[in-house]
């Protein structure tokens, strides 16, 4: 396990910046980017980094670790060019708003554990100056939807509109289902799409009651998903046959075998 000083780290960091630097005014490719187009790129190692979490591989999160600071150190780059802000201004400016966000730490507030600092990170936020106006403005337009459900009924909670009790929810979850079904049965397309919607989101509100990641969960879900279909095409293909070929009864006793063997 690496254990560097401190004094290794910020030698480390200064390194990237002198690389950047140098590749900035050398490097053909890097020297014509802007914020516009390194931004699907953000996209794609943030999803890469999170993949690598999702496997617990500890080389690739490394990695991608540094493909994430790359853009970071690049988008200040860029700022710094631009006359408007530098990685320091970056830096300061999180260090700043973390002294100010955790005043149980730097400052003389009381907690009562991580929930209350949930709570009060929350309403520190609606102080800030030039921060959030409202309790859900902070929840970013462009988040995946699941993400985003989590995300809004998390700070909704954080100011007191949640259920007393997690087992009350079962009851707006049964609601919920019920109109969807009452929708799938008239046949309204429409319907069947806004109660789909609102089923999703009771329970990705009981999950979060009961302290579930809705997002984990759903993964976890995927990926057994793609190992036991994989076991099935697998199996088949050395079969010499291919799944159209297959029926579903025969393609559920190679999900069941799969099962099994506890993929």
């Not at 149980?104 to 990170?121: K, Y």
């Not at 579930?212 to 969960?217: K, M, R």
Request: hydrophobic fraction near 40%; charge should be negative; charged fraction near 30%.
């Amino acid at each position: 396990m690496s254990q560097h000083t401190k004094e290794e780290k910020l030698a480390a960091f200064g390194r990237l910046l002198d690389v950047l630097d140098e590749l900035r005014v050398k490097c053909p490719w890097d020297r014509k980017q802007t914020n516009e187009s390194l931004r699907p790129n953000t996209i794609e190692e943030t999803y890469e980094l999170c993949e690598a979490i999702i496997k617990c591989d500890n080389e690739a999160i490394k990695k991608e670790l540094g493909d994430v600071l790359l853009h970071v150190v690049f988008y200040s780059k860029i700022g710094e060019e631009q006359g408007l802000y530098d990685v320091a201004d970056v830096c300061n400016a999180l260090c700043d708003k973390l002294i100010f966000r955790h005043p149980h730490v730097f400052g003389d507030v009381n907690v009562d554990g991580s929930r209350q600092v949930e709570q009060n990170w929350e309403q520190i936020k609606l102080k800030e100056k030039g921060g959030n106006k409202t309790v859900l403005a902070g929840v970013p337009a462009g988040l995946p939807a699941l993400v985003k459900a989590f995300r809004v009924q998390e700070k909704a909670c954080n100011v007191g509109f949640d259920w007393e009790r997690p087992e009350q929810v079962w009851d707006k979850v049964r609601e919920e289902f019920e109109e969807l079904q009452a929708e799938i049965a008239a046949g309204n397309a429409d319907g069947m799409e806004a109660e789909m919607g609102d089923f999703m989101f009771s329970l990705v509100n009981a999950a979060r009651l009961y302290k579930i990641n809705p997002e984990n969960a759903l993964e976890r879900t995927n990926q057994k998903f793609i190992r036991r279909f994989n076991y099935v095409e697998h199996t088949v293909l050395e079969q010499g046959r291919n799944l159209k070929e297959m029926t579903l009864a025969e393609m559920d006793t190679l999900w069941n075998e799969a099962k099994a063997k506890g993929l």
